[in-house]
T-cell receptor
Framework: DTGVSQNPRHKITKRGQNVTFRCDPI?????LYWYRQTLGQGPEFLTY????????KSRLLSDRFSAERPKGSFSTLEIQRTEQGDSAMYLC????????????FGPGTRLTVL | KQEVTQIPAALSVPEGENLVLNCSFT??????LQWFRQDPGKGLTSLLL?????REQTSGRLNASLDKSSGRSTLYIAASQPGDSATYLC??????????FGTGTRLQVTL
């Protein structure tokens, strides 16, 4: 594994349903970031982890959103009671906090809420 | 709050032309600036990273500059090719390496 992976790549759901996305970072990276990108816009920061600790959450992350990184490796992002406004690309990125500043992004999960 | 603007929003150029993409930002207290490429429906590919103490970085046909005092960065693409067609995003690195992105420039290179 040489990059960040995300699953699923696409998710279509009905309004009100819960969805969960997974991100597997580059194995030696201790920092993991979630971003959200809506059509025609740049990505916006949602939250980040250092190892298993969630250190910061954006105001964009409403109480319907929860993210975890239980063992300091993969992370999940859950959205409860989805709304049409949640439709977006959810991007995950990782980096090693002790070396360099470059973040490496996964391919994203495209969520469509009908 | 950091505001990042990219101009133009869209650009179409013929193959072989040199071009410049612009990024401006409001808060010069940054750690670094990254330029990314995004193909339709895909994730982000990092192109260049400039540390706040640096003025420019080069990789192949790409050259990025950073002027913190004026809150500007440019991405120069030499001898453009159809394969360069994509959206180009600049992102400012702040505390904890959180990135603040611009809205991107959509580039089309025509034959």
């Amino acid at each position: 594994d040489t990059g960040v992976s995300q699953n699923p790549r696409h998710k279509i759901t009905k309004r009100g349903q819960n969805v969960t996305f997974r991100c597997d970072p580059i194995s030696e990276h201790n920092r993991l970031y979630w971003y959200r990108q809506t059509l025609g816009q740049g990505p916006e920061f949602l939250t980040y982890f250092q190892n298993e600790a969630q250190l910061e959450k954006s105001r964009l992350l409403s109480d319907r959103f929860s993210a975890e990184r239980p063992k300091g490796s993969f992370s999940t992002l859950e959205i409860q009671r989805t709304e049409q406004g949640d439709s977006a690309m959810y991007l995950c990125a990782s980096k090693q906090s002790t070396s360099g500043d470059e973040q490496f992004f996964g391919p994203g999960t495209r969520l469509t809420v009908l | 709050k950091q505001e990042v603007t990219q101009i133009p929003a869209a650009l179409s150029v013929p193959e072989g032309e040199n071009l410049v993409l612009n990024c401006s930002f409001t808060d010069s207290a940054i750690y670094n600036l990254q330029w990314f490429r995004q193909d339709p429906g895909k994730g982000l590919t990092s192109l260049l990273l400039i540390q706040s103490s640096q003025r420019e970085q080069t990789s192949g046909r790409l050259n990025a500059s950073l002027d913190k005092s004026s809150g500007r960065s440019t991405l120069y693409i030499a001898a453009s090719q159809p394969g360069d067609s994509a959206t180009y995003l600049c992102a400012l690195g702040g505390t904890a390496s959180k990135l603040t992105f611009g809205t991107g420039t959509r580039l089309q290179v025509t034959l």
